[in-house]
């Protein structure tokens, strides 16, 4: 049966296919070669530019721009040709070599030197750093500008639903009320502090041999520095250089990344299920899509099937995230290939929450507040100013204020009149009463709508 978007086994390449082209760039089979290549080619360039090895002459400006033809030029042909080559060699990245030492074969400048092509290189230096590389641009040119596409869509509705009131519902029960815009608000400030965290980690590699000692680099130039000259590649990529491995790079900094990612998947979670409970209270209509059924046999539905669709995606992201986090640290001695496979799915958890993030802004762009339904909830739920006359009549030492309000309020329906009673016979300052009558349900929200405008 042929592969298409109809077979593929997993819906990320079958019916979501469309929504997800940006990461192929970087977490696709093709991309990861592409980024193989790109170390090899720039870990030649190092040593004949920089190490001034008496064997490695520095490249002529030609044949610099002839290695980095090779990168800007890599197409998904050049990926089948290596695939071609693993399958005689069954080693991906030994195939990805002799692949660039035939894509080479006509530039004599460079077959000069094409034994330096890999030279002292374990497969995991180029796997690691192409890893480090492919997860950094991947979350800096895709992820990110996603996550903050929904921040900015929250902040936007915050902003603009910043003064409308909203029953608050603690325990499920009525509470102090809020707005629309500070509870979306909330969202906003958690999201931006899980973003920090993903942008703060610093992806590292390393480039320093089979079991990380230099052997084979010293072997050959006993005396040259090259932990020194490795920092410096390492360091040229934008990547933090580990000096302390095994054959492979510990991945501690993928599993900060995963976790940092797999909370804020978490607190994106937790605004879905929010912004859904809203939806059905009634405090949020969803506008309409022409064309769109909510229900086969229910044709008055309008279903927030974007929330629930970000949810599920998000539970998925997170299922594998933290698989990555716990497995990848973790490595038998010098070196087991448990890591192999598990890395391949890193654009599996990517991709599930890029999803999530599409979902959550597609319902964003639907919400609009229905006030007539916040206004309704907050004028059948007086008992929510039991807080404020309490709170006034321990100001002015009133006895036993809170028991008072409480056997007044507490599983009772209160209705304005009768706080307007209790509230009358109080022995306070007569400015203070007016005060209290004054309140309402809608207006008692603090600093709700400064909070909101503040995100």
């Known amino acids: 049966m042929p592969v298409s978007a109809l077979t593929a086994l997993s819906p990320l390449d079958g019916r979501y296919e469309a929504r ?51 990168i800007a030029r890599f197409t998904t042909a050049d990926s089948d040709a290596v695939k071609t080559i693993e399958a005689t060699t069954n080693h991906d990245v030994k195939a990805m070599e002799y692949w660039l030492k035939q894509r080479l074969a006509n ?13 002292a290189c374990t497969s995991e230096d180029i796997n690691n750093t192409s890893h480090a590389l492919m997860l950094r641009e991947g979350r800096d040119g ?35 009320p809020t707005t629309l815009g500070k509870e979306l608000a909330n969202i906003v400030a958690r999201l931006e502090r899980a973003r920090r965290s993903i942008a703060a980690v610093s992806l ?16 050959a130039w006993p005396d040259f520095d090259w932990e020194g000259f490795n920092r410096r590649f390492i360091e040229s990529l934008g990547l933090e250089f580990n000096p302390y491995t095994i054959q492979i790079e510990p991945h501690d900094a993928m599993a900060e990344l995963f976790d940092a990612l797999a909370r804020c998947n978490t607190i ?12 059905s209270l009634g405090y949020f209509k969803q506008r309409l899509k022409d064309g769109e059924v909510g229900s086969s046999t229910m044709p008055h539905k309008v279903n927030p099937i974007d929330f629930e669709n970000a949810e599920g995606n998000l539970g998925v992201a997170n299922a594998v995230l933290r698989h990555f986090s716990e497995k990848l640290p973790i490595s038998r ?9 598990v890395l391949r799915n890193m654009g599996v958890a990517v991709g599930h929450t890029v999803l999530a993030l599409d979902s959550m802004l597609r319902g964003i762009d639907k919400l ?7 206004a309704e909830d907050l004028d059948d739920a007086w008992e929510v ?22 056997a007044m309020t507490r599983g009772k329906g209160i209705t304005r009149e009768a706080l307007h009673g209790f509230i009358a016979q109080l022995p306070i300052p007569e400015a203070e009463r007016r005060r209290l009558l004054a309140m309402t349900p809608a207006n008692y929200v603090g600093k709700a709508a400064e909070l909101a405008r503040r995100v």
């Open 20 to 70: 997800l082209g940006a990461l192929r760039e970087h977490f696709s089979e093709h991309g990861l070669i592409r980024y193989r290549v790109r170390v090899e080619i720039e870990w030649l360039k190092a040593l004949a530019a920089e190490a001034r090895l008496a064997d490695i002459p520095a490249f002529s400006a030609q044949a610099v721009a002839a290695l980095d033809d090779v």
């Open 107 to 119: 530039n004599a400048e460079v077959m000069r030197v094409s034994e330096f092509i890999h030279f």
């Open 142 to 176: 895709v992820l990110l500008p996603k996550l903050d596409a929904v921040i900015d869509a929250l902040r936007g509705q915050a902003h603009l639903l910043a003064d409308v009131p909203m029953l608050s519902r603690t325990h499920g029960q009525s509470a102090s």
């Open 204 to 219: 590292s590699a390393k480039f320093n041999g089979a079991v990380g000692n230099y052997n084979a680099h010293l072997s």
């Open 268 to 279: 994106a979670i937790d605004a879905c299920r929010d912004i859904w409970m809203y939806v």
């Open 333 to 341: 001695m010098q070196r087991d290939l448990t890591d192999s496979t």
């Open 368 to 374: 609009e507040a229905n006030p007539s339904r916040l």
């Open 385 to 406: 100013l039991a807080e404020p006359v309490q709170t006034v009549m321990r100001r002015f030492g009133v006895p036993n204020p809170y028991e008072q309000l409480k």
